[in-house]
């Protein structure tokens, strides 16, 4: 298996993760988003298929954005000083495992390998969090992964859920 960025590839190959809007975000998307600058993709392949993506774009964690008791928890982990209206972070736009390989723990390894990456590359771009608007269905596998909800209660018609990861806990 190997990790390559999307626009290295000449070819994506065969993909199916059951779901037509992660499926159509590969194939059609991905590689506009990259062209415009919004949004790098990244293929999880061996000699046969495409075995999962992910995609990270910029973000930012804002005040204005969330409800304030959650705002307060959330500061409450930088210092008082350093308290601002905002603070960054990377969001994954899309993370998707082909159906022949769910229940291996590619997703969950993906995950670990971006928040490995974020934290090697600090040097780079400072980024606090990592953030993600988790499909419903989702939302326990990136609990699972340590993220939390940025909301107190989530919308009946929500179609997905906006969660956050902490980056300074690895570093602790």
């Not at 999880?44 to 008791?69: F, G, H, M, P, V």
Request: charge should be negative; include cysteine; glycine fraction near 6%.
């Amino acid at each position: 298996m190997r990790l390559v960025k999307l626009e290295t590839l000449d070819t994506i190959k065969p993909f199916d993760c059951a779901d037509s809007d992660l499926n159509g975000f590969l194939f059609d998307d991905a590689l506009f988003y990259h062209g415009q600058m919004l949004a790098n993709t990244f293929v999880l392949e061996d000699d046969e298929e495409t075995i999962a993506y992910y995609s990270l774009l910029n973000d930012k964690i804002s005040q204005t954005t969330i409800e304030k008791n959650l705002w307060r928890k959330l500061r409450k982990s930088i210092p008082h000083e350093k308290h601002l209206g905002s603070y960054p972070a990377v969001k994954i736009g899309r993370l998707a495992v082909s159906q022949s390989h769910k229940a291996e723990g590619i997703g969950t390894n993906l995950i670990f390998g971006i928040k490995q990456m974020l934290i090697e590359n600090r040097g780079n771009s400072a980024c606090r969090f990592l953030t993600v608007d988790a499909y419903r269905a989702a939302v326990p596998f990136y609990e699972k992964n340590g993220f939390k909800m940025l909301v107190n209660e989530v919308d009946e018609d929500a179609h997905t859920v906006p969660m956050y990861y902490d980056l300074k806990q690895m570093l602790e």
